[in-house]
């Protein structure tokens, strides 16, 4: 089972570009990456997911390099409603799925 | 179907009571999964049934509790005898391996519901 390694807490301010890097250094070949946010109180909410290179929706990108063994969320333009946590997990998207800690993001204004 | 509903949203006991938990998925998800999340956590994969069958329980999931899904639709989740240490959010998530609730690359992903807050005194 892959681990991920994420930073604990950042602080941004509202309008900024916001990256937050996820490692997951024994990601198997079979192994998607997903990030979900979650804020007080409520479940967590999936916002992208990515096998490789890059993946962009309509909130997100996501960057995975070659190796796979990172990845990072892009959060473009922040606000103060994108305070929250932010989970990467990375697993094979048909059994159990594992939380870490998360990445608590602050936002400024 | 708007999505994942739980009930109840929060829950005040004593403690050595019996507590129950529902979970209604999105009605063509077949998988349905229990998390338990502390302050502060991430949330704690407790078990997953595929349809009516349990696959998997954490070692988390002590003899007190119980999970049950008997008709393949809505679960319970059911705590006997709790203790201040089971005060948690229980979260229930479903997902589908054919077609609905896909992730950009493809896999599942799974869509949670508002959990339901459990306190023992």
């Known amino acids: 089972l892959a681990k991920t390694t994420q930073p604990i807490s950042m602080d941004s301010y509202e309008g900024q570009e916001v990256n937050i890097t996820c490692s997951h250094n024994?990601?198997?070949?079979?192994?998607?990456i997903t990030w979900y946010q979650q804020f007080p109180s409520q479940g967590p909410r999936f916002i992208i997911q990515g096998y490789k290179t890059k993946v962009t929706n309509e909130v997100a990108s996501l960057f995975i390099p070659a190796d796979r063994k990172s990845s990072t969320l892009s959060l473009p333009r922040v606000s103060l409603s994108d305070t929250a946590v932010y989970y990467c997990?990375?697993?094979?998207?048909?059994?159990?799925?594992?939380f870490g800690s998360g990445t608590k993001l602050n936002v400024k204004p | 179907d708007t999505g994942v509903s739980q009930d109840p949203r929060h829950k005040i006991t004593k403690r050595g009571q019996n507590v129950t938990f529902r979970c209604d998925p999105i009605?063509?998800?077949?998988?349905l999964y229990w998390y338990r999340q502390t302050l502060g956590q991430g949330p704690e994969f407790l078990t997953y049934f595929q349809n009516e069958a349990q696959l998997e329980k954490s070692r988390l999931l002590s003899d007190r509790f119980s999970a049950e899904r008997p008709k393949g639709s809505f679960s319970t989740l059911e705590i006997q005898r709790t203790e201040q240490g089971d005060s948690a959010m229980y979260l229930c998530?479903?997902?589908?391996?054919?077609?609905?609730?896909?992730?950009?690359?493809?896999?599942?992903?799974?869509?949670f519901g508002a959990g339901s807050r459990l306190t023992v005194l």
């Open positions: 024994n990601i198997a070949t079979n192994d998607y």
């Open positions: 997990l990375v697993g094979d998207g048909f059994n159990k799925f594992y």
């Open positions: 998530a479903s997902s589908s391996p054919l077609g609905t609730g896909l992730g950009d690359s493809g896999a599942n992903v799974l869509t």
């Open positions: 009605s063509e998800h077949n998988r």
